[in-house]
């Protein structure tokens, strides 16, 4: 499995916006989902968006349906996350993880799905 890297977390200020980048999946094996999780200090990582890597659907939690967009490209084997209108709840460490079922006929949004992490990226979102 390649590794994956994710990149692109930062200060901000509430309203701003910020890019993250997951760079590795798909590059070499074939893979089902790709998603974003964050996890804020003292709480359980969540859910946040996910993409289908062959077909490009996606799907996203209500806390930030109509603010992030996610994306991939396949040539260069990665997942943006554009998130926009930086909230401060939106502060937190962001991970991407491979989900390699390809017999796994939804977008998965559940964290057990997943078994490939990056190391994670920090966004703060000061108000």
């Known amino acids: 499995q390649e590794q994956l890297v994710a990149s692109g977390g930062g200060l901000v200020q509430a309203g701003g916006s910020l890019r993250l980048s997951c760079a590795g999946p798909?590059?070499?094996?074939?893979?089902?989902?790709v998603a974003w999780f964050r996890q804020a200090p003292g709480k359980e990582r969540e859910f946040i968006a996910v993409?289908?890597?062959?077909?490009?659907?996606?799907s996203y939690a209500d806390s930030v349906k109509g603010r992030f967009i996610i994306s991939r490209d396949k040539d260069e084997g990665t997942v943006l996350l554009q998130m926009n209108n930086l909230k401060p709840e939106d502060t937190a460490t962001y991970y991407c993880?491979?989900?390699?079922?390809?017999?796994?006929?939804?977008?998965?949004?559940?964290?057990?799905?997943?078994?490939?992490w990056g190391q994670g990226t920090q966004v703060i979102v000061f108000s």
């Open positions: 993409i289908h890597w062959r077909g490009g659907s996606t």
């Open positions: 993880g491979v989900d390699f079922a390809v017999f796994r006929s939804n977008l998965s949004t559940m964290r057990r799905d997943y078994s490939q």
């Open positions: 798909g590059r070499t094996v074939t893979i089902n989902n």
